[in-house]
């Protein structure tokens, strides 16, 4: 099945600089992608899907970038402040009809004033 | 904007003993899904629906049962619980399967003693 490999598992930036997340994934059918944002005792919220055609997506504060030939998304936020520290998951989906997200293991990210 | 809501929204409880998780959802999906998250695993699909009177099996469903009464309500159910199984619980839902955003619940943080 799909392996989904998200790295770095912890990152502490300075405010005002950029925090770049990735994952990297297996199976070449894969056709959605997303990235949720978890801030602390919290549930998933979702940040941005992206379609397999579309390679840069651009958010409030961030870029999502899908390169599908290397397989791997990346989630870059400009600028980071305080309260973009929070865990960030990848999934990944196959076209619909199959059930299954699979999720990165998940990157903590710390801004640090 | 989709509503999930799970009760309770923190439990203790004793190995071997009987555990029942409650979702809920008033976004009219057809899909449910019950997921466990670990520190260093990411979220891990336990058992999913796609319409009521029906569960399916997900990646990890051993030692878990699951129950959907009707589209809104979705269960997971802890026959004999153990103390592997202390994890925070999150119930999601979608509209169909694979490219659809999940939607999530707030999460059960179940500790077995």
Not at chain 1, 27 to 53: I, R, T
Not at chain 2, 50 to 68: F, Q
Request: aromatic share 12%; glycine share 8%; charged share 20%.
């Amino acid at each position: 099945g799909e392996q989904v490999e998200q790295r770095p598992p912890h990152l502490s930036v300075r405010e005002g600089d950029s925090a770049v997340i990735t994952c990297t994934y297996t199976d070449p059918n894969s056709y959605y992608f997303f990235w949720y944002k978890q801030e602390p005792g919290a549930s998933l919220q979702l940040l941005m899907k992206v379609f397999s055609s579309t390679e840069i997506n651009e958010g409030q504060g961030f870029t999502v970038l899908l390169n599908k030939k290397d397989k791997r998304l990346s989630l870059n936020l400009t600028a980071a402040h305080p309260g973009d520290s929070a865990a960030y998951f990848c999934a990944v989906s196959l076209p619909r009809g199959y059930q299954n997200f699979y999720f990165g293991k998940g990157t903590s990210l710390t801004v640090i004033p | 904007e989709a509503a999930v809501t799970q009760s309770p929204r923190s439990k203790v409880a004793v190995t071997g003993g009987k555990v029942t998780l409650s979702c809920h959802q008033t976004n009219n999906h057809d899909y449910m899904y019950w997921y466990r998250q670990d520190t260093g695993h990411g979220l891990r699909l336990i058992h999913y629906s796609y319409v009521a009177d029906s569960t399916e099996k997900g990646d990890i469903p051993d030692g878990y049962k699951a129950s959907r009464p009707s589209q809104e309500n979705f269960s997971l159910i802890l026959e004999l619980a153990s103390l592997s199984q202390t994890a925070v619980y999150f119930c999601a839902s979608s509209d169909e399967a694979g490219g659809d955003t999940q939607y999530f619940g707030p999460g059960t943080r179940l500790l077995v003693l």
